[in-house]
């Protein structure tokens, strides 16, 4: 496909704007161009059909199955766009007054209130974006809470697990922790030893996520909280495989104190390409003063924000936080109403469908049930037929599918991380099913096929690591050499 420069012509042009007979003002010599920028120029209907050819090319929850681990990528309802488009809420000015945003008010107090009995803790706020920005609001709480209490200074260490996200010990670090992992063991649980030997005056808190990314609940929570709990210590709940348990298990009954959402995976907002997401963070009573300011709160019938928390951490975004998000979470959990439950159920049962029809084909590393999502490995595949988990996830292309996540967590040598979701149907479930028993045939028998795909997309298997040394990011007009070229 060509670039839009390379399909442009002089002189050709989509439109002009109409001529109002104003001065044109004069720019300064230091900002004025000395030539004008290089644009391409195309026909209105070119221009149209050539972006509508690359967003053909795209591939999303809309266009086939997308299981990736980890990443919950659930369909989105249509209706929830209808809502958030509404003028009243797309309209609203961040700085309108609380008596005249009083709609908008309600929607995030009300979403607060659900979030707030999803998580078993009593108080939340919904400035962060993402859930990345979720883990850093905690970890302030944290450090707030201990400086209140005079230990600011003692506890300097956070406790992560081995399979935890790549996020956990960017935030520790951000957040000015020292890191310290703990293992897993043969069943997929935290190893109680490993972890009460590290546990001790100096701990800060635990980040955690159950179900972990192996896709297992441990059965151990209630003595790990017990051990963070004796040594004075927090549990934050990392909130990205929340859609597991909904309804059925809450992370403040575990004994977490801290707990972040991600809406964008849970609670259906369309997430991917950088944003926009939501990470609202809840937190136990004691800790409800440190949270990001202003609150939404309630005064008999009328909302406002409360700005008055000498405690609080500050804000961590502007504003109220991505409103947008909220809409369409509120809709979707609206949606559902009491039964929200019912979204988790069918994950974990979409999950285990996948995972007892495809443990003959991959290995699969801790043999239990799982919760939303499971983890295979291909490292038999590999061992007996030269086959990569990276060639088992391009060969899926050919097959309409999205790749799951591979290679994570890392505790899994050549992992294989799938999330169905709930949204799914039965006869989407078998036909994902039959494209990966067909490739674990395929290695076997023709693992040349394998190798060289995708056969069937639009780009075939790029060199990644020479495209991640030697990027080219802009069109050179033929007037410069290509990166990598030989002079």
């Not at 042009?13 to 010599?29: Q, S």
């Amino acid at each position: 496909m060509e670039l839009i420069y390379e399909k442009s012509q002089a002189g050709r042009r989509a439109g002009r704007l109409p001529d109002y007979g104003l001065p044109v003002p004069e720019v300064p010599a230091s900002l004025a161009r000395k030539e004008p920028p290089r644009l391409p120029e195309l026909a209105e209907n070119e221009i149209v059909r050539h972006f509508t050819n690359l967003a053909d090319r795209n591939f999303g929850i809309d266009t086939g199955f997308y299981p990736l681990g980890s990443c919950t990528m659930k369909y989105n309802p249509r209706v929830n766009e209808r809502i958030v488009s509404l003028a009243g809420f797309a309209g609203l000015h961040p700085h309108q007054e609380d008596d005249g945003a009083q709609g908008a008010l309600e929607l995030m107090w009300e979403l607060q209130q659900i979030l707030a009995e999803v998580a078993g803790l009593p108080a939340v706020t919904l400035q962060p974006a993402a859930g990345s920005q979720g883990e850093l609001t905690g970890l302030m709480l944290m450090r707030a809470a201990f400086d209140d209490r005079g230990e600011g200074d003692q506890r300097d260490t956070i406790i992560t697990a081995d399979t935890a996200h790549g996020t956990n010990p960017a935030s520790v670090t951000m957040a000015g922790y020292k890191l310290e992992k703990v293992a897993t063991t043969e069943r997929g649980n935290l190893d109680l030893d490993d972890l009460r030997a590290k546990v001790n005056e100096r701990t800060a808190g635990l980040m955690l996520t159950n179900p972990s990314t192996l896709g297992l609940f441990d059965e151990d929570i209630a003595e790990v909280a017990e051990i963070f709990h004796d040594a004075g210590a927090l549990l934050y709940y990392d909130g990205a495989n929340l859609n597991a348990v909904v309804g059925r298990s809450r992370p403040g009954d575990m004994g977490f104190d801290i707990v972040h959402y991600n809406l964008h995976k849970t609670f259906s907002q369309p997430h991917g390409g950088g944003g926009p997401g939501g990470g609202p963070v809840a937190v136990r009573a004691e800790l409800e003063p440190f949270l990001p300011s202003p609150q939404v709160v309630k005064e008999g019938d009328a909302f406002r924000l409360d700005r008055d928390r000498p405690k609080s951490i500050g804000r961590v975004r502007g504003f109220v936080g991505p409103f947008g998000v909220f809409v369409r979470s509120l809709a979707f959990i609206r949606a559902y109403g009491p039964d929200l439950k019912a979204m988790s159920e069918v994950a974990v049962l979409n999950a285990n469908y996948l995972l007892a029809l495809l443990r003959d084909d991959y290995e699969l590393p801790y043999d239990r049930l799982c919760m939303h999502e499971f983890v295979l490995s291909a490292r038999t595949l590999k061992r007996e037929h030269g086959i990569t988990a990276l060639d088992v996830a391009k060969r899926l292309m050919d097959f309409g599918i999205h790749p799951p996540t591979i290679y994570f967590p890392l505790v899994v040598p050549e992992a294989l991380m799938i999330e169905p979701t709930e949204s799914e149907p039965k006869e989407r479930l078998d036909s994902f099913v039959e494209a990966m028993k067909t490739i674990a045939r395929e290695a076997a028998e023709d693992p040349e096929t394998l190798k060289s795909a995708p056969h069937r997309r639009p780009v075939r298997r790029l060199d990644e690591v020479k495209a991640a040394k030697e990027p080219i990011v802009r069109h050179d007009f033929g007037d410069r050499q290509r990166v990598g070229a030989e002079a």
